[in-house]
């Protein structure tokens, strides 16, 4: 109890005269201003200023006494940041590892300055472990210049000497580490900032993952690896060379397992998340499926990446017409308890998928109701580099329309489709999938929806489209692909009383 005793005393006589702890569930009898004024915005009830300063004072914003409130809440807001947990599914280990080593830091340089060197020492000790388990270099450099200032002060020159060696070698590796990391921030805003910064700095990206890859071998680093590992990523992804990119994720995995470093380090997720979108962007359906089931272990339902992974696994299903598969893989992720509180992206993008599953099984399966509302609001969440995939949108609304016997809006969304295509697809040397796709369109409508006619004109469009099947970095996949979505249309316009005779 000596230690807590100690504690004890150091906060009830060093704490903020005006520090007390907000309720953050709201549920306090005779709360204070500040207790009031955390729950009206709790409940909403202060989206503004003006309606804050109205329901606290009867005053405006330029009322000193609303001043003061906002201030004194605002900042016992902020000291409660040092409460966040992180060990929460959403945040990687990395993450929880690197704070938890800056919480002790933090407390250790404190107990410093109040002259409790003992238990300063304590909390080093932790940080020290925990940073070496993970490799956080950082951390170990502040913890170990700590160290030696308080071995300083105790007059422990062997220990001084031995720490000081040590931090003379974690210097010259954090130095390495941080040159690294500015060449691979650089990268990252390169990668980010727009398709032509991606396409016109591949030289840039080559040299950088060269750069890392030396720095790695003479380091071992993980912090270095993470950084190679990534940027190599990007240029597989850049060279839309898939199958480089999962032989180079199943590699990364033997790598880190003989790395000395705690394995969490490594995100096994983000690894099996691009090992399947590799497989799916190779057509390896079947191994896709494996490699999906196998990776949806290393996430927790609650985050975004489970649903990034579910879609991969959905998408696999789909492009290998696998629909008995992409509707359990659909059902799951409707099922998920997590799923009414995911993201608008994420919910609006799960929408889309399952008006493609039903268009993409028709008959007794199919939707009885279908919203394309949900469609077009959603459209904003896709890649802009996707917009073959606001041309199809259309074409389901008419399979719609035909389905329903409403000829006239059938024949209106073909027009959309038309009016899209050459608003939007009809680049020279761009678009080449959705321009054959259009074409057969044409030959369709010019034989009056004669199915068995328009296959033995566009037999050589479906070649050409097959031929140009490709899948361009950072984008997203075709849902339905138009191959398949070629033999909706056509069974669909099958039933039109006019056509075929």
Known sequence: MKEINKLVDLVTHGLKSNYDVINLNGDVENPGKEQQLYNGVLNGLYPTDESAAEGMYQSDIYDQRFRMLKSRLRHKLYDLLYHIDFDEP???????VELESKEYLHKAHILFKLGENSMADKQLNKCITLAEENQITQALV??????????????????????????????????????????FLKMRMLMSKSIHSRNTSQNHLK??????????????????????YQLKVWFFLVEEDFGGLYKFTQEAVKTVGKAKVDPERFDYGYNSFLSSRALLASEKYKEGYAEAKAGIKFMDKSTERWF????????????NQDYKLAKKVLEEVLKNPNYS???????????????????????????????????????????IESKGYYMSLPLLEFVHHV??????????????????????LNEPGKNPREKQFYKMLKVLKSLDFNVDKTKAKTDKYMAKMIEKRSYPPFSDFEILPYEDLWEVVLKTVSKLKFANS
Request: hydrophobic share 35%; aromatic share 12%; net charge neutral.
């Open 142 to 183: 502040e913890a170990c210049e700590l160290k030696s200032d308080i071995l300083s002060h105790e007059c422990k020159p062997t220990d001084f000497d031995i720490t000081v060696k040590r931090l003379g070698e974690l210097r010259k590796l954090h130095q390495i580490e941080k040159e690294n990391q500015d060449l």
């Open 403 to 424: 389905n329903k016997d409403r000829l006239d809006l059938a024949m209106n969304k073909l027009d959309e489709v038309e009016h899209y295509f050459f608003k939007h």
């Open 90 to 96: 959403g945040f990687t280990h990395s993450t929880k």
């Open 207 to 228: 040299e950088s993952i060269k750069q890392s890859e030396k720095a790695y071998k003479s380091t071992k680093s993980i912090n270095i690896y993470l950084n190679y």
């Open 308 to 319: 990034d992974h579910s879609e991969t696994y959905f998408l696999l299903a789909m492009h």
């Open 341 to 383: 509180r995911a993201s608008e992206a994420t919910i609006g993008r799960w929408k889309i998928f399952r008006i493609y599953l039903n268009f993409a099984t028709p008959g007794k399966d199919m939707l009885k109701r279908v919203r394309f509302s949900d469609v077009y609001e959603a459209a904003d969440y896709y890649f």
